[in-house]
C-alpha cells in the first residue's frame, strides 16, 4: 500500500464537488482510475431514475473460480455544504477550512477501496471475481444503492462497504431496519379574531398527537423520532392543515411495525377527538442489517484484521448505509470503518492513519479471498 498515493488521491476526491445529484465528475475520475487497473467500467441508469448527472460506476475484473469473490462498495455523494472543499492537514488529521464538510463520507471509502485494490493487483496475479461500485445518492436516501440492478452482478462470496466510522477493525454486522412516517392533519379555517370557534385548529391536533407519542429511545432496538411539523398559512387564520413527519427504527421488524401502529393510532385518536381528519403514511424506507458471525463475509473480516495483526470488533449501528439495501437483497454485507469523525458537520475531519488501515483491510480481504 502506498501511502503518499492514497492520500494525494483522497486529497483530489475531496476537492471534486459532488453533493448528492452531482456526482458526474466524482464517477469519472474513479472510473479513469479503475479501468487503469484492468476492470471492466460502466455506469448505469440510476441516475435517470432520481434525476441526478451521473449513475452508480460499476466496475468487474474477472478472476479464477477456484477463489472466493470479492464485492466492494463506497457513495460518491457529499451531504451540503459539500462545494470548493480545502483540505486542510495538521497533525495527521485532514479537515476542511471549515466553511464546508471534509467528504471523507465517503471519499475516503472510495480512496481506500481504490488504493487496496490497486496495490493487491500490483503485487498478486490470482485473485477470484472482483467487483466494486461507487454508488449515487446515498445521502438522503440511500436512492443509488436502491436503483441499482443487482441481478446484474456477479455471484459475491464476500460483500463489503467502506462507509462507517471508527478504524476498518470495527464491522458493523446488524443494524436497524427503517419506517418512515407521516401524518396528514385536515381540521377546518377560519378567522382567528373574529370566529375562531368555527375552526379546528390542524396544528393544534398534530401537538396533541406529538405529545401523545412514545418517542426517542423505545427499547434497547427500537427508536422513533417526529423530526418536522409544518402548516399554517397566516397568523390570523386558525390553519386547516399540519404535517407532521418522522420515522422508527428498530433491529427487530415486529417492534417497528408495532411502534408505526402505535404512532398512526396517536394521531387518529387526536383527529377523532377535536372533529379533524388524519391521513397516516407508512413506508418502508430499508431492509436492516443482520449479517451472521458465520457468514463468508463476517469469516473473511476475520481474518483480513488478523493479517493486520487487529482483533476484529463485530458492532450494531443505529444508521442506516447502502449496505441495508444488499442485505435486503439476500447478499450478506457487512460496513466497515474508514475513520471518518463528525459527519455530515464543517468540522468533519479523519486521521491519515486511519485512511491507511482502511487501504490494508481492501488489501488484505482480496488476500484472504484467495486463501
Known sequence: MNSERLLAQFLDLVQIDSESGNERAVAEYTMKEL???GFAVETDEAGQTIGGNSGNVIAKLKGNAAYKSVFFCAHMDTVK???GVKPQIKDGIIYSD???VLGGDDKGGISAILEGTRSFLAEQKKHGDIQIVFTIAEEGGLNGAKALKYEELWPIDGAFFFDSEDDASHVTVKAPVHYDFSCKFTGKAAHAGMEPEKGVNAIAVAAEAVSGMLLGRIDEDTTANIGLISGGKATNIVPEEALIEGEARSMDEEKVLMQ???MREVCENAAFKYGAWAKVTIEKSHDG???PLDSTAAQMVTAACRKLGKEVSFIK????SDAN???GKGIPAVNIGVGMSNVHTTAEYIAIKDLEIAAQMVEKLLEAACD
Open 260 to 262: 408505526m401502529k402505535h
Open 81 to 83: 455544504p459539500g462545494c
Open 289 to 291: 442489517i443482520d449479517v
Open 98 to 100: 471549515g466553511t464546508t
Open 35 to 37: 479501468e487503469q487497473m
Open 317 to 320: 449501528s443505529g444508521g442506516g
Open 325 to 327: 439495501i444488499m442485505n
